[in-house]
């Protein structure tokens, strides 16, 4: 054995080279794995996102009080400060980086659970489970009703039974194809009093886990966040109350609704087709949408089929969708910050750029429509450059990866904002802010602020198609859309020997009783609306019942009725009928 006689100052240069070896290798590591990147290519399999930065949790200790009025939280690595404004004369419980004023002296949280209301229904801020992420908060409400709805499903019943135990039941709050709206009510209600939250986040996505006692409230949005209670003795008015403070936030940017008789048709490719079909001998139709593919942008201009019209005629409705070819004598002009951002060969316009906004207005005053149909409702495109980062986390500790995207994160293969409905507000104001205003324009998605909603079940003629024509338009009328039309018959029409798809469509033309004007259209094929005695005799009568509805919805609410009579599939020989929102037995009227 030799032994060796090393000084200490040997020793500590040894082991400091031996760690700068193993942390060089060890960065080596790392970087080829993608974790070192500062943007790194989401379409490379072998970059997998960070792990270790979680979301910044506030305590009940982290929580200055100010008289019961006004809270805030500071911790270190979380960004700006944190402030919670309750106001129960106003109705209002608010939290974002917004200061409140006149905050007094403050002292430390002494409770995590923090009262916001108790007339009728308890509700209550749970201080100490609150989070804030890179792109989220998360804020958790309790309240002692017994009974919960709205949260954008009003499926057959308005009101579930709580869970029970450790069971949850998760919602989230953003548009899907199935389910075109986004209505952000939350109502609970005990045996005596009710209470409605009208959820204020300009249209952010929001996932709702309700549990037995607590209501968790995940939202995509950084901004301040308001939730606006009313409570009541009865439901129902406790959601005239929030819908009536959804308007006063979001003034109605849509024409307001006519009822009339008109019977819109499409869509047809041209002009020239339009012409062919007025000439169809016993048609009903008074009106006809012309297809979006007509409509481009050319050299910062609005052209329909090329600009070889002046105007369009007054019977003649325009598809307005979401991507639309444009073209430009100076390419470099058609960028994001122009408002022009590219998606698959076209663009999705950025109606909130002032000079998108004057092309428009002159586009809508030289063609003048009678009506406009949106389709296709889209959030503004973000790059993935543009994808928030580790606000929360120290430098060392973070990168960019877009995972954490909200678009991808909540929807999977399906970008958020393919489906979101803000793009369809901002396309609706740019529309409507000319003197050639349509008399009629029909958002794509309902929501506060767009009342006036089509809806094409995307099922055909079909029973699936009839039930979600009728619920949406018995639920979302009473949630603030002050017009739903859906597409009589689910944009078929039979032929004259096929007797089930013609009785079917005979019930769907019933459902024209509630609906302002009747609308039908194929996007594979003109339709000649011929042979239509059923829809004919709907017609006569259709305007008499809409002032029940107010009437039905109550009573529905109320008494917890189905919105829609279950399907079974089944035939029985003892029919039903809905008589203002309840299933009654034909035999006893």
């Keep these: 054995m030799v032994l060796l006689a090393v000084s200490p100052e040997r020793i500590a240069i040894g082991v400091a080279l031996s760690l700068a070896v193993v942390v060089g290798t060890t960065l080596a590591v790392l970087g080829g794995l993608g974790y070192l990147k500062s943007n790194p290519d989401p379409t490379d399999p072998t970059v997998q996102p960070i792990v270790g930065c979680s979301n910044c949790a506030f305590t009940t200790s982290d929580w200055i009080s100010y008289g019961g009025s006004g809270y805030s939280a500071n911790k270190s690595d979380c960004g700006d400060e944190l402030y919670v404004q309750t106001d129960s004369a106003n109705n209002l419980f608010k939290i974002g980086a917004t200061k ?45 009703a017994t009974q919960y709805g709205g949260l954008g499903n009003f499926d057959q019943t308005l009101f579930k039974d709580k869970p029970s135990g450790e069971t949850a039941t998760t919602y989230t709050l953003w548009t899907t194809p199935e389910k075109p709206w986004y209505m952000p009510f939350y109502v609970s209600r005990t045996s005596s009093a009710a209470m409605c939250a009208f959820l204020d986040v300009q249209g952010a996505p929001v996932k709702v886990t309700v549990k037995a006692t607590t209501t968790e409230w995940l939202i995509y949005s950084l901004t301040d966040v308001a939730f606006h209670v009313y409570e009541a003795g009865t439901a129902e008015a406790a959601l005239k109350l929030c819908v009536a403070k959804s308007r006063e936030i979001y003034p109605t940017v849509t024409a307001t609704p006519v009822w009339s008789d008109s019977v819109i048709v499409g869509s047809f490719a041209s002009l020239t087709d339009i012409e062919t079909a007025k000439q169809t001998a016993d048609t009903i139709a008074t009106h006809y949408i012309l297809s979006g593919d007509s409509l481009s942008l ?56 002032a000079a998108i906004k004057a092309i428009i207005t002159t586009g809508i005053e030289k063609y003048q429509p009678t009506g406009v149909v949106l389709s296709g409702g889209t959030l503004p495109y973000t790059s993935d450059a543009a994808c928030p980062t580790h606000l929360y986390c120290k430098p060392l500790n973070y990168t960019t ?108 033309a019933h459902l024209s009783l509630l609906m302002p004007y009747i609308i039908m259209t194929n996007s594979d094929t003109a339709l000649q609306l011929t042979d239509t005695s059923v829809i004919q005799n709907s017609l006569k009568i259709r305007k008499q019942l809409k002032y029940y509805l107010s009437d039905a919805f109550q009573l529905r609410v109320e008494n917890n009725d189905p919105f829609v009579a279950p399907y079974t599939g089944t035939q029985t020989s003892q029919s039903t009928t809905v008589v203002l929102g309840k299933i009654i037995n034909s035999s006893s009227l």
Excluded at 122 to 129: E, M, Q, V
Excluded at 325 to 336: C, H, K, N, R
């Design 100 to 144: 409140p004023s006149n905050l007094g002296a403050g002292s430390e949280l002494q409770s995590d659970t923090v009262n916001l209301f108790q007339t009728g229904v308890k509700l209550d801020w749970l201080a100490g489970a609150t989070e804030r992420g890179n792109e989220t908060v998360r804020i958790v409400l309790s309240d002692d």
């Design 298 to 353: 050319t050299d910062g201009a609005v052209q329909v089929e090329d600009d070889t019209v002046t105007a369009l005629d007054s019977s003649v409705y325009l598809a307005w969708p979401s991507l639309l070819p444009v073209t430009s004598d100076t390419p470099s002009t058609l960028t994001e910050a122009n408002g022009y951002l590219p998606v698959d060969g076209k663009y999705v316009l950025d109606y909130d750029n």
């Design 401 to 508: 990866d877009n995972v954490l995207c909200s678009s991808t994160q909540l929807s999977g293969n399906a970008p958020l904002f393919l489906l979101h409905n803000t793009y369809d507000r901002s396309r609706a104001s740019a529309i409507t802010t000319t003197s050639g205003s349509p008399a009629v324009l029909q958002g794509s998605v309902v929501s506060p602020g767009l009342t006036q909603y089509y809806h094409d079940p995307g099922t055909g003629l079909t029973e699936e198609g009839l039930a979600g024509c009728l619920n949406g338009i018995l639920s979302l009328q009473g949630l603030g859309a002050s017009g739903v039309t859906c597409n009589m018959c689910g944009g078929v029409m039979p032929a004259s020997g096929d007797a089930a798809l013609l009785s079917l469509c005979g019930r769907w």
